[in-house]
């Protein structure tokens, strides 16, 4: 994912440094031989090979693209962003140049556009985190591992765009652009690494996920069910229920519909050895109130407090240190950057299991929404919105659409 950081910590795991690269079919300044006059000096070293790893009449690349830039720091998407039009980009030597057609909405799109994750960041700088798309130009580095027409995913910062530069060791070939594959990068990831490495998941233990209906707890069920432990999910709809009993949930909670605690103290009266939650506030305080002894509670975030000034949600945690030594409970947060180590074994695994019909992968690409699907990138203020309302089922992903290319041969 010059790139933004997702992160101060976790800028060089999640967010690479794009490398610079020449303008188009230019040539670079080299020494001449050592004798040869000036009237028949050459270049040593050719540089026009960018004709041929650009290939802008092949694949139709236009001189100019849209993209999405945050201008102003402010957990309000629409105030911080704006849409506007550049040229396209050139990738570097060792770069690729992505045609986006899916990108990722993730809730900590706001946080990033408020400056949370990293303050020393400031406007203007690229939004999102995540995209799938055909490659369309390279440099000649990557040329070893890719060439013009692959389809690839990748998580980097800059991905709300047409057209994006994307570092070939950072890409992931993909059998086709499909959103699915796009719904494993962060969401997929995120479940995958934080119930293995923090959950510590034991078969027959119960495991509680909030906002299960959604990108990442549709995972984060899956993944424990997979386990062998009881899966209780959160959710807001009937609908979104019968998903989740469909993908493994034994017991699919309808907040609007029942009260969460008094379920918990009623089915659970041992506790819940694991929740996976990502809800905050009140949602937060019934989990660790029951929680079971040794009980583990990951935090993987707290959407509910992203939209105010200071995105944190109130929580009564003055007791919080004595409710976890009466259980011997922990609470441990994550955070996907600082986990990079494991990003490739998580993605392969995951990529492995939806190829044999072993994983969901749920997207949500605005069929439902008031205004329609989510086409373009003008779609994404839309698509953020729709996230935050709690309609989306699955993995929001937006579907861009590129200036027309009739003569591509992609």
């Known amino acids: 994912m010059a790139s933004r950081l997702l992160a101060s910590q976790g800028r060089r795991a999640a967010v690479w440094a794009v490398g610079g690269g020449g303008g188009r079919g230019g040539r670079a300044a080299t020494d001449s031989l050592p004798g040869v006059g000036a009237s028949s000096r050459r270049s040593i070293i050719d540089m026009s090979y960018s004709a041929h790893f650009m290939d802008f ?5 236009p001189s100019s693209m849209r993209k999405l ?9 629409r105030e911080a962003a704006s849409l506007q039009t550049v040229a396209v980009p050139t990738p570097g030597d060792a770069d690729l140049l992505v045609r986006n057609r899916f990108v990722g909405i993730n809730a900590s799109d706001i946080n990033y556009t408020a400056g949370r994750y990293d303050p020393s960041v400031k406007p203007p700088f690229d939004a999102g985190f995540e995209g799938i798309g055909e490659v369309v130009g390279l440099g000649l580095s990557a040329s070893s591992r890719f060439t013009v027409g692959d389809t690839v995913a990748y998580f980097s910062s800059g991905a709300f765009a047409e057209y994006t530069v994307v570092p070939a060791k950072e890409s992931v070939p993909v059998p086709a652009a499909r959103p699915e594959f796009l719904t494993l990068l962060v969401s997929g990831a995120t479940a995958y690494i934080a119930l293995k490495r923090l ?6 233990e119960t495991v509680m996920v909030t906002a299960a209906a959604g990108g990442t707890g549709q995972f984060a069920v899956q993944f424990a069910k997979q386990a062998g432990c009881r899966v209780i999910g959160t959710c807001s709809t009937d609908e979104k229920a019968g998903f989740l009993k469909s993908v493994g949930c034994d017991r699919p909670v309808n907040y609007k519909a029942e009260d969460l605690g008094k379920t918990l103290r009623r ?7 694991v929740v996976y939650e990502s809800v905050g506030g009140g949602v937060m305080e ?3 109130n029951n929680l079971a002894t040794k009980g583990r509670l990951i935090v993987i975030g707290f959407i509910s407090g992203y939209q105010s000034e200071s995105g944190i949600p109130p929580f009564g945690g003055r007791t919080l240190p004595v409710k976890l030594l009466q259980r011997s409970a922990s609470m441990r947060g994550f955070f996907l950057p600082h986990f990079m180590a494991d990003y490739r074994e998580a993605l392969g695994s995951m990529m492995q299991m939806f190829a044999e019909g072993k994983l969901v992968c749920e997207v949500d690409v605005g069929d439902s929404a008031p205004e329609g699907r989510f086409t373009g990138l003008e779609s994404v203020f839309r698509a953020v ?11 929001v992903v937006v579907e861009v659409a590129p200036p027309s290319v009739s003569a591509s041969k992609l």
Do not use: H, Q, W
């Open 57 to 61: 009449k092949g694949s139709s690349i």
């Open 69 to 77: 830039v945050v201008n102003k720091l402010s957990p309000d998407f």
């Open 199 to 204: 959950g510590e998941l034991a078969e027959g």
């Open 267 to 273: 089915e659970c009266p041992r506790g819940v050895d």
């Open 286 to 288: 019934t989990a660790v």
């Open 385 to 395: 919105d729709y996230m935050y309302s709690g309609k989306n089922l699955g993995k």
